[in-house]
């Protein structure tokens, strides 16, 4: 299937690994040049090489921090000096901290918030004008299964990655008339750092192994085990794509069947 990405120009957020870096993987594959970002200058300058080398795509890598409003215009800005234009965005940022409510600050509310609310809102500001002007945009938020399901012991993503959902289905309304679309894709348990992370934090509480934990969440999953994280970014792909263009205001979620609701 030709899913007409090719000389489309993405911007993957928080890309230098996990599902961030599989979807800039899968868009670069599909002939997409491709601006990345991650905090860290050496993990994203060496994450554009190694896809640059394996796909011939064009890619700029960027160190920052899409928590900072001065990081994302520094970021779009040298995306627009390279390429002239944005015609994909995916929304991206690492988890916030795991735990009760009473054990979160205020700040720390505010920190999570700006790292996955904010940052959204941020970086779409600065790329829907050239969309509209163009009359083509695809707006893909990575949100999380919590949306939909709350998970235990995340209050902060569970909070905060559903305001992303309220603003993403509100705009998706606003901007549908100009070809633009919007929708979220809520990754479920998969092979990532951050999963992996979880997984020792959780099970050095309970006094098992990671696997054993991890194990346990493979349970709760109908297909018995957990993503990769290419089966999620072969989804994302579709939806920024040419082929998806009556697809808008909708969160899909790729977990394997754990979300046990019907819609």
Known sequence: MDLGLT????LVAAAS???GRAVAEELAAEGASLIICSRSEEKISQTAKEIAESTGARILG?????????????LTRLAMERFE???ILVTNAGGPPAGPFESFSLEQWDAATNLLLRSVV????????GMK???WGRILNITSIAVKQPVDNLILSNSVRAA???FARTLANEVAPIGVTVNNIMPGYTRTERVEELSQMMAKKQGITPAEFIARWEQEIPMHRIGEPREFAALAAFL??????????TSVQVDGGWIRAIM
């Not at 000389?7 to 993405?10: E, G, L, P, Q, R």
């Not at 960027?62 to 520094?74: E, G, Q």
């Not at 941020?122 to 004008?129: C, D, F, G, M, N």
């Open 133 to 135: 002007d163009r009359g």
């Open 164 to 166: 992303v959902t309220g």
């Open 7 to 10: 000389n489309k120009v993405a």
């Open 85 to 87: 234009r944005i015609d």
């Open 240 to 249: 920024v794509s040419e082929r998806a263009s009556y697809i808008t205001g």
């Open 62 to 74: 960027v160190a920052a921090d899409v928590s900072s409003p001065d990081d994302v215009s520094r």
């Open 122 to 129: 941020a970086l779409t500001h600065a790329v829907l004008p």
């Open 17 to 19: 690994r996990g599902l």
